[in-house]
């Protein structure tokens, strides 16, 4: 997300300005020392020109303000974008989708994803519920190289629909042309919902979707809810 790009910058500048005033001190010591040497061999009758070098030094007086300057700059930055409230607080009110380590039943389906390295022969895809049962084998028909996303059903091997609520997560076998199996990564499930508040007890802003804390920048999607209908009439003239 936003916060995660912003950090980065924040922290390549902060590299830029620690590397730019490394570089300063070193030239500002090797300045001295000529300067110093140049005072004590100058010719009596020919001193050396005082204002050229007042001029030198208000120079490079101005380089460490400047590097101050940027340090506060970064500093704000900081403030404005490390914490990713203002993100979350944003986010209030508004339907999300998002990835988590699992997915909960809800509307009678869960959504997951995962990727594989290659085009696979062989796809099985097991839905277990929180307690590590298998409950569900699947066999996809897509089993292209890439980014998969699955929607399961909600439904046991038996057929019986399971009640919304309950939390699943999934294990992927894919096997290549060589019979071997191959390393799917990105195992994830999906939360959708409303955002109801968000929470920064931990130092890590978290939304909290469906009575669960899912960090901000989990989030992968957001869509305005949908409007209540106000109209007191409405249901009269329905019926």
């Known amino acids: 997300m936003v916060d995660a790009v912003s950090s980065q910058n924040t922290n390549s500048v902060l ?38 070098m007042t001029q030198q030094i208000t120079q490079m ?22 914490t990713g409230l203002s993100e979350g607080v944003n986010m209030i009110g508004k339907q999300v989708v998002a990835t988590t380590d699992n997915s909960t039943l809800q509307d009678k ?28 084998t699947l066999k996809p028909d897509d089993q292209k190289s890439g980014a998969h996303t699955l929607t399961w059903d909600g439904k046991d091997d038996a057929g019986v629909q399971l009640e919304d609520g309950g939390v699943y997560t999934i294990n992927v076998i894919a ?15 999906r939360t959708e919902g409303l955002v109801t508040a968000v929470d920064n007890a931990t130092g890590q802003p978290m939304v909290i979707v469906n009575g669960k804390s899912i960090p901000v920048e989990n989030v992968i999607g957001i869509t305005a809810a949908a409007a209540a209908n106000t109209d007191p009439g409405a249901d009269k003239e329905a019926a």
Not at 27 to 48: E, R, S, V
Not at 61 to 78: F, I, M, P, S
Not at 175 to 189: C, F, L, P, Q
């Open 15 to 52: 590299d830029k300005i620690n590397n730019s005033r490394t570089s300063l001190v070193s030239n500002k010591d090797t300045f001295l020392k000529l300067l110093t040497t140049q005072l004590k061999n100058q010719d009596p009758l020919a001193p050396t020109d005082t204002t050229q």
């Open 109 to 136: 389906k869960a959504t997951f994803t995962w990727s594989q390295p290659g085009a696979s022969t062989s796809l099985t895809v097991e839905v277990k519920n929180a307690a590590g049962k298998v409950i569900r």
């Open 175 to 189: 096997k290549g042309a060589d019979g071997k199996d191959m390393k799917v990564t990105n195992i994830k499930g």
């Open 61 to 82: 007086t101005g380089v460490e303000q400047q590097l101050v300057t940027n340090d506060l700059l970064a500093a704000l930055v900081g403030m404005n974008t490390g």
